[in-house]
């Protein structure tokens, strides 16, 4: 199975890698990378089971590192910068850990690190299979009505709500319910040590009204798992798409300073 991808931008640049989120696609990037593409070579890819990417035989989180780092072994890149949101944040993660790639920074947005409790990944392991089951057998915009309820969606207007569905209604459902369960929070390990012991930045970005990860995010600098905390004003859990110029800004001075500091 090959990753599906596409880039931007120059090839002299710094590379940057992206990973979207849980139903996205590269598209998801735009706002952003159109802020960005000037001072990166850019790397966008589709995660197993959404965009033109398969799932097929991709059975987890160390099976999407490996084809991962096979595909952009295929770049020859000197060093690239990761950054991964939401379900890409968390195989980014995953991916960082076991590379032996040259990464320049690592760069989270509203990612969790993991699940350390074996009643909370149960609780959560439940709660992803009646989504899985729900996305199997129901239509996919008839699911979306109560996905986009969730709180870590609260701040979305009804509007923002109803243009997400149509954006994500095309989507088939069986490849969601099996991505959704293949790279569930339920199986995850807790990267957190893994964090404490990079030999690289790394920087996790929240929005000032996505509580629950502006609190994951805090926990992991008390934890001395970042090099840097990032709130953003005025956004919720989707910070590239809702402030994307504010977001870009912070992201080229990191990775300036980073390259710099590793040459």
Same mark, same amino acid.
């Given at each position: 199975?090959?990753?599906?991808?596409?880039?931007?931008?120059?090839?002299?640049?710094?590379?940057?890698?992206?990973?979207?989120?849980?139903?996205?696609?590269?598209?998801?990037?735009?706002?952003?990378?159109?802020?960005?593409?000037?001072?990166?070579?850019?790397?966008?890819?589709?995660?197993?089971?959404?965009?033109?990417?398969?799932?097929?035989?991709?059975?987890?989180?160390?099976?999407?590192?490996?084809?991962?780092?096979?595909?952009?072994?295929?770049?020859?890149?000197?060093?690239?910068?990761?950054?991964? =949101?939401?379900? $890409?944040? +968390?195989?980014?993660?995953?991916?960082?850990?076991?590379? /032996?790639?040259?990464? %320049?920074?690592? !760069?989270?947005?509203?990612?969790?690190?993991?699940?350390?409790?074996?009643?909370?990944?149960?609780?959560?392991?439940?709660?992803?299979?009646?989504?899985?089951?729900?996305?199997?057998?129901?239509?996919?915009?008839?699911?979306?009505?109560?996905?986009?309820?969730?709180?870590?969606?609260?701040?979305?207007?009804?509007?923002?709500?109803?243009?997400?569905?149509?954006?994500?209604?095309?989507?088939?459902?069986?490849?969601?319910?099996?991505?959704?369960?293949?790279?569930?929070?339920?199986?995850?390990?807790?990267?957190?040590?893994?964090?404490?012991?990079?030999?690289?930045?790394?920087? =996790?970005?929240? $929005?000032? +009204?996505?509580?629950?990860?502006?609190?994951?995010?805090? /926990?992991?600098?008390? %934890?001395?798992? !970042?090099?840097?905390?990032?709130?953003?004003?005025?956004?919720?859990?989707?910070?590239?798409?809702?402030?994307?110029?504010?977001?870009?800004?912070?992201?080229?001075?990191?990775?300036?300073?980073?390259?710099?500091?590793?040459?």
């Amino acid at each position: 199975m090959t990753l599906s991808y596409r880039c931007q931008g120059d090839r002299s640049k710094p590379a940057l890698v992206l990973l979207h989120g849980f139903m996205g696609s590269t598209e998801d990037w735009q706002r952003l990378t159109d802020y960005l593409q000037s001072h990166f070579y850019i790397i966008l890819i589709d995660l197993p089971g959404h965009g033109n990417s398969a799932l097929n035989d991709v059975s987890g989180f160390a099976d999407f590192s490996y084809r991962l780092e096979q595909l952009l072994g295929g770049f020859d890149l000197e060093s690239f910068s990761l950054m991964g =949101y939401s379900l $890409g944040g +968390r195989l980014a993660m995953a991916f960082a850990q076991q590379t /032996s790639q040259c990464v %320049d920074v690592l !760069l989270l947005e509203g990612a969790h690190p993991g699940l350390v409790v074996d009643a909370e990944r149960e609780q959560r392991r439940i709660s992803d299979q009646q989504w899985a089951d729900r996305f199997n057998r129901e239509p996919v915009a008839d699911v979306l009505m109560d996905w986009y309820q969730q709180p870590v969606f609260s701040d979305l207007s009804q509007q923002q709500r109803q243009a997400l569905i149509c954006m994500r209604a095309g989507q088939q459902g069986n490849r969601l319910a099996q991505a959704m369960m293949s790279f569930s929070l339920s199986v995850q390990a807790d990267y957190r040590e893994a964090l404490r012991k990079m030999d690289f930045p790394v920087h =996790y970005f929240a $929005g000032e +009204r996505d509580s629950k990860f502006l609190s994951i995010g805090r /926990s992991l600098l008390d %934890d001395h798992c !970042l090099s840097g905390l990032h709130l953003i004003p005025f956004s919720g859990h989707n910070i590239h798409k809702e402030q994307p110029e504010a977001l870009s800004n912070i992201i080229l001075s990191i990775v300036r300073r980073a390259v710099h500091d590793k040459h």
